[in-house]
T-cell receptor
Framework: AQRVTQPEKLLSVFKGAPVELKCNYSYSGSPELFWYVQYSRQRLQLLLRHISRESIKGFTADLNKGETSFHLKKPFAQEEDSAMYYCALRWGDDKIIFGKGTRLHILP | GAVVSQHPSRVICKSGTSVKIECRSLDFQATTMFWYRQFPKKSLMLMATSNEGSKATYEQGVEKDKFLINHASLTLSTLTVTSAHPEDSSFYIC?????????FGPGTRLTVL
């Protein structure tokens, strides 16, 4: 069965320090993975997808099929990065399943 | 980017009543919309896939007679929670698929007393 695991509920990082939000997935097919972000009082929005290999707001994520991971990274955290981050796996007829989310708290 | 709206943003109702939540895609047409439910301290759970002009596809464990979905037009899908009970209290979010990307609505907080 498809599964997305985000082991950390809360991650506190000092401003300027590196950030890594962990995501592991379980899927027998070829995965399509995403990171979504929800800032305080805003709607859920796409941050990046593994297919596009892009860097958005300084964040990157590399798909590691060997480790079945898609960790989100940023070298230097900024206060505006504080938000809820969801890792997601797309499969089947455009269905998406989400991890439980990690709340990132950037400390001043 | 594309915008998806939901109405109402918050609703409080008495147990046994029905509540309708609207999901609209603004400025674009969405043949496929999705309904999610977010439980406290848990992830978003896909409830059903709503296809314009056809019956919705429900995920396992979701009662289709309890959660009625209608996708009558390319810009509107509705979710009706029938005979609501306190355990139906939750945050409901819809999304629309456009150009291979999902755009989410702001969500509706349902509280059943």
């Amino acid at each position: 069965a498809q599964r997305v695991t985000q082991p950390e509920k809360l991650l506190s990082v000092f401003k300027g320090a590196p950030v890594e939000l962990k995501c592991n997935y379980s899927y027998s097919g070829s995965p399509e993975l995403f990171w979504y972000v929800q800032y305080s009082r805003q709607r859920l929005q796409l941050l990046l997808r593994h297919i596009s290999r892009e860097s958005i707001k300084g964040f990157t994520a590399d798909l590691n099929k060997g480790e079945t991971s898609f960790h989100l990274k940023k070298p230097f955290a900024q206060e505006e990065d504080s938000a809820m981050y969801y890792c997601a796996l797309r499969w089947g007829d455009d269905k998406i399943i989400f991890g439980k989310g990690t709340r990132l708290h950037i400390l001043p | 980017g594309a915008v998806v709206s939901q109405h109402p943003s918050r609703v409080i109702c008495k147990s046994g009543t029905s509540v309708k939540i609207e999901c609209r895609s603004l400025d674009f047409q969405a043949t496929t919309m999705f309904w999610y439910r977010q439980f406290p301290k848990k992830s978003l759970m896909l409830m059903a896939t709503s296809n314009e002009g056809s019956k919705a596809t429900y995920e396992q464990g979701v009662e289709k007679d309890k959660f009625l979905i209608n996708h009558a037009s390319l810009t509107l899908s509705t979710l009706t929670v029938t005979s609501a009970h306190p355990e139906d209290s939750s945050f409901y979010i819809c999304s629309a698929m456009i150009n291979n990307e999902q755009f989410f609505g702001p969500g509706t907080r349902l509280t059943v007393l």
